[in-house]
């Protein structure tokens, strides 16, 4: 859990527009999407540093309770709170169990592990990586959260960890949402 954990934490600093994450806790209801894959909407979307990039849409459980955010990335806007009643933030909190889109979102316990999954540089799906941490999502039905993430923010040759599948290797090719391993 510690070396996840730590991942996290170096993927978070990856995906910064600066070398240093600005990392706070946030308290109440949060989309988890760590272990979602996603669809190109052939569109863009932009982060706060400016840059854009194609957009993914994600379907991610909502979860209640502390998570981490960094509120100058993403596309949040300086506060943990969502932008009204029908939204939530995209944040992480390290759960060995939480509902899954591999499983339809099932709340059964054998169908809620979180397995971590390498996508090696070798397959070349850098540019399928999803990156949804600190960015808008719209509250749908069955406690489920629509995110709109950006795709392609880091080389095809990256290995990046993903919690998308629980542990089926197809979903590196799913545009899963991930965390890019540095070397």
């Known amino acids: 859990m510690i070396v996840r954990f730590l991942f996290i934490i170096v993927a978070i600093a990856a995906f910064s527009s600066t070398a240093q994450a600005d990392l706070t806790t ?29 957009e993914v849409v994600c379907k991610c459980p909502i979860i209640d309770g502390k ?17 009204d009643d029908n939204h939530v933030w995209s944040l992480f909190a390290p759960k060995r169990y939480y509902p899954q889109e591999a499983s339809n979102f099932s709340k059964r316990p054998e169908k809620m592990q979180a397995v971590v999954q390498k996508c090696d540089a070798s397959l070349n799906q850098g540019f399928n990586a999803s990156n949804c941490f600190s960015f808008n999502c719209k509250i749908g039905p069955d406690n489920i959260a629509i995110c709109r993430c950006p795709m392609g923010q880091v080389p095809a040759n990256t290995t990046f960890l993903t919690e998308a599948g629980q542990g089926n290797p197809e979903a590196c090719y799913q545009h899963p949402v991930s965390l890019p391993v540095q070397k």
Do not use: F, V, W
């Not at 946030?26 to 990039?53: D, H, W």
């Open 26 to 54: 946030c308290q109440g209801k949060y989309a988890l999407c760590a272990a979602s894959t996603c669809q190109p909407t052939g569109r863009t979307i932009a982060t706060n540093n400016g840059n854009t990039y194609p």
């Open 67 to 83: 998570a981490i955010a960094d509120t100058t990335m993403g596309n949040m806007q300086g506060s943990c709170d969502p932008i």
